[in-house]
């Protein structure tokens, strides 16, 4: 009898969370995985070394603290503009990767179809196997990453059950219009499907760009699991903190997925995220700008030393396209992957291979992201310029 299940031997480890492994030990810039190198917003922090000492300290109610769910229920009823009820619509997880993980399992059986466009973000072909689920892939198309909504309508005639839609999107920056979240939304009212969406970049949205939550749209609550997280709008990967909203009848049974795979999330961790739920719409606004003008000044950057790139619409990535290196007679014949080996290793910056978003036979670009401080970016900026050297 084989020692291991069949399921993992059937997908590797996350190509984003190695690419860290290996930037960590050759001491390179790390622009591969997506996550800032600054601090949750200060009255987070003096909350939680307060809740330190005075607790809690002990299981939070599995499926959120009260406090917590009232929190989220205030602040996305506010975006979607219906009463979202903290009791029987929202599970708090443990990271959005939880509740993304819990939505499928909550949805599929063995075998049940699901839509996931392409390029995505690594976890759905994980949460697809771990779930017994088969994908679909709808390709987006650079450069704008449009999609055919023929395509669609067909996966859901082919018996899809769901579609995953990560919006805004990583790692192509695409944000989807109204007018696309209406036309996919109306699939899946036509066909009594889901659409289970991953917003965890809601707030980092670039002008005249504006996020459109799929759950708002006209029927929608009803066929819409909404998978987010605290991590990318509070600087606060390290702690954890996911949800996920759904009609209550869904959201009866993701509380029971969620307790058996997690039990619940970090207690005072929930108490102390509490506080930046309160903060005024004036917060998302500074955000905003924040990573606006990150995103320019990076993208500047990247202009200056003449590297091809794509103008993201939303989220902290950027795609860089390798095409004119790997024609370089020294990179004959490498993949992706080697070339961002070889990157930490000879320009000491750290990217994700584009090939593991994709599931076309895709090998010319590399992901960076720029939740970065100036200095840091300067610095990853002077070490690219080297790789351009090596065009002349
Ligand atoms: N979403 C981030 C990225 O794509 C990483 C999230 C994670 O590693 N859990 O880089």
């Given at each position: 009898?084989?020692?291991?299940?069949?399921?993992?031997?059937?997908?590797?480890?996350?190509?984003?969370?190695?690419?860290?492994?290996?930037?960590?030990?050759?001491?390179?810039?790390?622009?591969?995985?997506?996550?800032?190198?600054?601090?949750?917003?200060?009255?987070?922090?003096?909350?939680?070394?307060?809740?330190?000492?005075?607790?809690?300290?002990?299981?939070?109610?599995?499926?959120?603290?009260?406090?917590?769910?009232?929190?989220?229920?205030?602040?996305?009823?506010?975006?979607?503009?219906?009463?979202?009820?903290?009791?029987?619509?929202?599970?708090?997880?443990?990271?959005?990767?939880?509740?993304?993980?819990?939505?499928?399992?909550?949805?599929?059986?063995?075998?049940?179809?699901?839509?996931?466009?392409?390029?995505?973000?690594?976890?759905?072909?994980?949460?697809?196997?771990?779930?017994?689920?088969?994908?679909?892939?709808?390709?987006?198309?650079?450069?704008?990453?449009?999609?055919?909504?023929?395509?669609?309508?067909?996966?859901?005639?082919?018996?899809?059950?769901?579609?995953?839609?990560?919006?805004?999107?990583?790692?192509?920056?695409?944000?989807?219009?109204?007018?696309?979240?209406?036309?996919?939304?109306?699939?899946?009212?036509?066909?009594?499907?889901?659409?289970?969406?991953?917003?965890?970049?809601?707030?980092?949205?670039?002008?005249?760009?504006?996020?459109?939550?799929?759950?708002?749209?006209?029927?929608?609550?009803?066929?819409t699991i909404t998978c987010n997280s605290l991590s990318k709008t509070f600087s606060a990967t390290g702690w954890r903190l996911g949800y996920?909203?759904?009609?209550?009848?869904?959201?009866?049974?993701?509380?029971?997925?969620?307790?058996?795979?997690?039990?619940?999330?970090?207690?005072?961790?929930?108490?102390?995220?509490?506080?930046?739920?309160?903060?005024?719409?004036?917060?998302?606004?500074?955000?905003?700008?924040?990573?606006?003008?990150?995103?320019?000044?990076?993208?500047?950057?990247?202009?200056r030393i003449g590297l091809k790139h794509n103008v993201p619409q939303g989220t902290y990535f950027v795609l860089i396209d390798i095409s004119?290196?790997?024609?370089?007679?020294?990179?004959?014949?490498?993949?992706?992957?080697?070339?961002?080996?070889?990157?930490?290793?000879?320009?000491?910056?750290?990217?994700?291979?584009?090939?593991?978003?994709?599931?076309?036979?895709?090998?010319?670009?590399?992901?960076?992201?720029?939740?970065?401080?100036?200095?840091?970016?300067?610095?990853?900026?002077?070490?690219?310029?080297?790789?351009?050297?090596?065009?002349?």
């Amino acid at each position: 009898m084989p020692r291991l299940s069949d399921r993992v031997g059937t997908f590797t480890d996350s190509v984003i969370r190695r690419m860290t492994r290996i930037s960590d030990q050759y001491g390179a810039i790390n622009l591969s995985q997506g996550f800032p190198d600054f601090d949750p917003p200060r009255p987070m922090l003096d909350r939680l070394a307060q809740v330190a000492y005075e607790g809690p300290h002990q299981y939070s109610v599995t499926f959120g603290a009260r406090n917590l769910r009232d929190a989220l229920a205030a602040k996305q009823g506010r975006a979607i503009g219906r009463a979202i009820d903290p009791d029987k619509e929202i599970v708090v997880t443990c990271g959005g990767t939880e509740a993304m993980m819990c939505a499928m399992m909550t949805i599929c059986n063995p075998g049940d179809k699901v839509m996931v466009f392409s390029p995505f973000y690594e976890n759905y072909g994980a949460d697809a196997i771990l779930s017994g689920a088969e994908p679909i892939y709808i390709p987006l198309v650079p450069p704008d990453y449009d999609f055919d909504l023929s395509l669609i309508e067909q996966g859901f005639q082919a018996g899809a059950k769901a579609i995953i839609i990560c919006n805004p999107s990583n790692p192509c920056g695409k944000v989807f219009t109204k007018e696309e979240l209406t036309a996919i939304g109306a699939l899946c009212l036509k066909y009594d499907a889901f659409a289970v969406t991953d917003e965890v970049y809601e707030h980092l949205v670039y002008a005249p760009n504006e996020h459109v939550y799929m759950s708002a749209l006209p029927g929608m609550f009803e066929h819409t699991i909404t998978c987010n997280s605290l991590s990318k709008t509070f600087s606060a990967t390290g702690w954890r903190l996911g949800y996920l909203i759904a009609p209550a009848d869904v959201a009866e049974s993701a509380k029971k997925v969620h307790d058996f795979l997690t039990v619940g999330a970090a207690a005072p961790l929930q108490e102390a995220a509490v506080v930046g739920l309160r903060f005024p719409e004036s917060y998302y606004e500074d955000l905003r700008a924040l990573y606006t003008e990150k995103r320019d000044y990076f993208l500047a950057g990247l202009d200056r030393i003449g590297l091809k790139h794509n103008v993201p619409q939303g989220t902290y990535f950027v795609l860089i396209d390798i095409s004119d290196f790997l024609a370089l007679p020294r990179f004959a014949g490498w993949t992706d992957l080697e070339f961002c080996e070889w990157m930490i290793k000879d320009i000491g910056v750290a990217a994700v291979p584009g090939s593991s978003f994709f599931k076309e036979p895709v090998n010319n670009l590399i992901r960076l992201h720029f939740a970065r401080q100036k200095d840091t970016m300067d610095e990853a900026l002077r070490r690219l310029e080297k790789l351009k050297e090596l065009l002349n």
